[in-house]
């Protein structure tokens, strides 16, 4: 028997983004917990609701998790605590799940092995597989990795590429996982339509399985390869590396990690995501140019649409600005739930730099419009510096369909493109002209094959019911009505 170490934070760390997601890290080393934390630093920008590590060390699993910043959960002093040659490490933003304490990654289960994991993305089919699992096993929680994990454990005699190849013939999504498992050693896998991104490196006789290359390049690993669709590996006691073709598939990479989710340093699927935001602005300036519009200056809306500006700029021969400045010191910190905490956040976050705005024609640009409610706020602040004019550049198409595979866009009422033409959205944001980026601009920059755009174009890679939609923005719909019930508490 294996025993179990397990101690928990009780902080409590708010969300302000629909648009993040979850980071995974496992590595196979010596004493891996800081490696690890330094990692999941390097991965904050996925998740910002709960962090966690889990370590083994050949007799016993220690496990620190809670909601809250990697800084905040995992504090120095508990480091030395985690001890082991092999780890996992997770941050979250929940997409399923009410972002609860007990929701947090990794989880554990003694049975038959013990095993530990953490996963990154969201299983569609969730309701129905955790109804079947009710009988046989108790789950603690709504975090979908749960259901993953007792899957797998029903299933795992000694073979975790079969274990996992039942959770692929079960499982309707997108899910990158990495686990523990007492015995035989770091295993992780990749859905079969490899839609969350998954990359594995080595330094030395060490291993790292991590959500992007940054990590990679941070720790001093060298990168192997990007999990293939439907891939599965195992790095063994004795560090003996198996890699398996578990359930052959088609790749669909998210699209949207290039354009938001991920690091402008990392690499996905070889692909670098700082030239494809480039690229994105290339395009965008085709827009500019067809709506015959001459800015004075084009400004980007911090952080992530910077290297869009500064192409779309350089393209259209207009000088690039920094209009906005940000206060990182709040980021994080207010609970995001209502359109009034939206509209206190951004007047809080951004400040404008008046002398670089007022009187001039500005061309704000921006990575993509959800709600539509902080884009007409930032407006707002940019309004309030005295411009001439205000012209708004989108480097995403209109987002018209909700994601169902880890990226938390909200549902479908909730899609200010679903029901409103490009007019309604510019005269809503009180902008003087609207540019989106198009689907084959979007197409042109970053790639025309293998990747998940369902968001903009309806065409989801795996067989969705409706069923099943209706009970995921249900769902989504009960978290939130939660999440606003906790914000008025705070409301001073």
Avoid: W
């Amino acid at each position: 028997m294996h025993a179990i170490y397990s101690y928990q934070l009780t902080t409590h760390q708010s969300i302000n983004s629909s648009r993040k997601m979850c980071g995974i890290i496992g590595i196979k080393g010596q004493c891996v917990a800081k490696e690890i934390f330094v990692g999941l630093l390097a991965l904050q920008h996925r998740g910002q609701n709960s962090a966690g590590i889990s370590t083994y060390d050949g007799e016993r699993f220690y496990t620190k998790k809670g909601n809250g910043l990697v800084s905040q959960v995992l504090s120095e002093n508990s480091l030395p605590r985690l001890k082991g040659g092999e780890g996992i490490g997770h941050v979250r933003y929940p997409t399923i799940g009410s972002g609860d304490e007990e929701d947090a990654q990794p989880f554990l289960t003694n049975s038959p092995f013990g095993i530990v994991m953490a996963h990154n993305g969201n299983v569609v089919n969730y309701f129905d597989l955790r109804h079947s699992l009710g009988e046989k096993r108790h789950l603690n929680s709504f975090s979908d990795v749960e259901v993953l994990l007792n899957i797998f454990a029903d299933n795992l005699k000694r073979d975790p590429f079969e274990a996992a190849g039942a959770i692929m013939e079960m499982t309707n999504g997108a899910y990158s996982v990495v686990s523990i498992i007492a015995g035989l050693g770091l295993f992780a896998f990749r859905d079969p339509q490899a839609i969350r991104p998954f990359i594995f490196g080595r330094r030395g006789e060490n291993y790292i399985f991590a959500s992007e290359s940054v990590v990679l390049q941070i720790l001093g690993y060298d990168i192997i390869k990007d999990l293939a669709p439907g891939e599965g590996i195992l790095v063994d006691e004795k560090c003996k590396v198996t890699q398996k073709m578990i359930k052959v598939g088609t790749p669909r990479h998210c699209i949207f990690e290039y354009i938001y989710i991920a690091r402008p340093d990392s690499v996905l699927d070889n692909i670098s995501v700082y030239k494809a935001r480039l690229s994105l602005g290339r395009e965008l300036a085709k827009g500019i140019k067809r709506k015959g519009i001459k800015p004075d200056v084009v400004v980007p809306i911090p952080d992530t649409s910077r290297p869009t500006a500064i192409a779309l700029a350089e393209e259209i021969g207009v000088p690039y600005r920094e209009g906005l400045i940000k206060n990182r010191y709040i980021l994080r910190t207010f609970i995001m739930t209502t359109d009034a905490e939206r509209i206190r956040y951004i007047k809080y976050k951004l400040n404008p730099l008046i002398d670089e705005l007022k009187g001039k024609k500005v061309l704000l640009v921006d990575d993509s419009i959800v709600r539509g409610t902080t884009s007409r706020q930032i407006v707002q602040v940019v309004k309030n510096a005295g411009p001439k004019e205000i012209y708004f550049a989108i480097s995403a198409p209109p987002i018209r369909n909700p994601c169902y595979y880890g990226i938390d866009m909200q549902t479908r009422g909730e899609l200010i493109a679903r029901e409103k033409s490009e007019d309604e959205i510019r005269d809503v944001l009180k902008v003087d002209c609207l540019i989106y980026q198009t689907i084959n601009g979007l197409k042109r920059a970053i790639g025309k094959d293998a990747f998940c755009m369902a968001c903009f174009d309806g065409d989801y890679p795996t067989r969705i019911k409706g069923k099943e939609m209706l009970e995921i923005e249900e769902k989504r719909k009960k978290v939130t009505r939660k999440k606003t019930a906790e914000a008025a508490l705070f409301d001073v």
